[in-house]
């Protein structure tokens, strides 16, 4: 299931990042070079994020309440809205004021003082081990992003999915080899050419990627927030099923909501016979709806309205 992989690929990110963060921090330490501080809050915000993808998995499958009848299913989507929060403010805002602030510094004559360090090399070594690491665990999503996107291109696959947790792994892991290549590129040509502005920008580059990274999240995870449609084929198969029911003349309208990545609500106005009695409505209405959930299983919450269909009805919105 996409959730099962979907954990699968946080916690091996999980993993990654928290000890990438540490190894980043102490070479910053050693170092002080922007761009390996802007890492190491980029892995910190990362591995972050990834606890609370964990945490809304986990309360998302709390039993409904008669305050919360439909469930918890969409705190998964509270989860990942708050990680586009984090990225964008921690990660994204927190390394282009740090760009500002080196550059300012450099302006007013303070300059870097680690070329003469015998640690000058650390970063190379820690950012090298870390885009190892980094690239198992994109391999990790990509892997389970794999079984769960079928056909869709990557783009589609993570514009259409309504589980949050792999889209959010891929981009952040995505963003993170990015952002490593930036900090290994800005780091080494500070070393060579001993000028720190190649630091500043390899830590405003890996700010402005985080931001765009996070502003592609919120916007998905708002669309989810809102309250998306089951997919055109999802809908489609549970028109095909209360349309082949015994009884059932046409489907009226059809209105699907995921309350939950893998649970869908349906609304449904069919038609019937202006001469069926009570009990054939009874009979019809409960065979569409196990028609319906053989379709697709994850119609869980179901309310099915008979009507006599009138030439020209326009449903209300």
């Given at each position: 299931?996409?959730?099962?992989?979907?954990?699968?690929?946080?916690?091996?990110?999980?993993?990654?990042?928290?000890?990438?963060?540490?190894?980043?921090?102490?070479?910053?330490?050693?170092?002080?070079?922007?761009?390996?501080?802007?890492?190491?809050?980029?892995?910190?915000?990362?591995?972050?994020?990834?606890?609370?993808?964990?945490?809304?998995?986990?309360?998302?499958?709390?039993?409904?309440?008669?305050?919360?009848?439909?469930?918890?299913?969409?705190?998964?989507?509270?989860?990942?809205?708050?990680?586009?929060?984090?990225l964008f403010s921690v990660g994204g805002l927190y390394s282009l004021?740090?760009?500002?602030?080196?550059?300012?510094?450099?302006?007013?004559?303070?300059?870097?003082?680690?070329?003469?360090?015998?640690?000058?090399?650390?970063?190379?070594?820690?950012?090298?081990?870390?885009?190892?690491?980094?690239?198992?665990?994109?391999?990790?999503?990509?892997?389970?992003?794999?079984?769960?996107?079928?056909?869709?291109?990557?783009?589609?696959?993570?514009?259409?999915?309504?589980?949050?947790?792999?889209?959010?792994?891929?981009?952040?892991?995505?963003?993170?080899?990015?952002?490593?290549?930036?900090?290994?590129?800005?780091?080494?040509?500070?070393?060579?050419?001993?000028?720190?502005?190649?630091?500043?920008?390899?830590?405003?580059?890996?700010?402005?990627?985080?931001?765009?990274?996070?502003?592609?999240?919120?916007?998905?995870?708002?669309?989810?927030?809102?309250?998306?449609?089951?997919?055109?084929?999802?809908?489609?198969?549970?028109?095909?099923?209360?349309?082949?029911?015994?009884?059932?003349?046409?489907?009226?309208?059809?209105?699907?909501?995921?309350?939950?990545?893998?649970?869908?609500?349906?609304?449904?106005?069919?038609?019937?016979?202006?001469?069926?009695?009570?009990?054939?409505?009874?009979?019809?209405?409960?065979?569409?709806?196990?028609?319906?959930?053989?379709?697709?299983?994850?119609?869980?919450?179901?309310?099915?309205?008979?009507?006599?269909?009138?030439?020209?009805?326009?449903?209300?919105?």
């Amino acid at each position: 299931m996409a959730t099962e992989g979907g954990t699968k690929a946080v916690v091996a990110a999980l993993l990654a990042n928290t000890g990438i963060a540490i190894t980043k921090f102490v070479a910053f330490l050693l170092t002080g070079f922007s761009s390996m501080l802007a890492e190491s809050i980029h892995s910190v915000a990362d591995a972050g994020n990834q606890a609370l993808l964990l945490v809304g998995s986990k309360q998302s499958k709390r039993e409904a309440t008669p305050e919360h009848p439909f469930g918890f299913g969409r705190d998964r989507y509270i989860y990942a809205f708050v990680v586009a929060i984090v990225l964008f403010s921690v990660g994204g805002l927190y390394s282009l004021y740090e760009a500002y602030h080196k550059f300012h510094e450099i302006q007013l004559g303070h300059g870097m003082d680690v070329f003469d360090s015998k640690w000058r090399y650390v970063p190379v070594v820690v950012l090298v081990i870390a885009i190892v690491l980094e690239s198992l665990s994109f391999r990790t999503a990509i892997i389970e992003g794999n079984k769960d996107r079928g056909k869709k291109g990557w783009w589609a696959y993570i514009k259409e999915a309504k589980a949050p947790e792999l889209p959010v792994i891929l981009l952040e892991d995505l963003a993170a080899l990015l952002g490593l290549i930036f900090a290994l590129a800005a780091v080494s040509a500070t070393l060579i050419t001993k000028n720190p502005l190649f630091d500043i920008a390899g830590t405003a580059l890996i700010g402005a990627l985080l931001v765009s990274v996070a502003v592609v999240l919120a916007i998905e995870t708002k669309s989810l927030l809102i309250g998306e449609a089951a997919s055109p084929e999802a809908n489609a198969r549970i028109r095909a099923a209360l349309e082949s029911t015994d009884g059932v003349e046409r489907v009226i309208h059809l209105k699907t909501l995921h309350t939950a990545p893998e649970e869908l609500l349906v609304a449904v106005k069919i038609a019937i016979d202006s001469a069926d009695s009570g009990a054939d409505v009874a009979r019809i209405i409960d065979a569409a709806e196990k028609s319906m959930r053989q379709a697709e299983p994850m119609a869980v919450q179901v309310f099915i309205e008979p009507d006599i269909y009138r030439e020209g009805y326009q449903p209300q919105r």
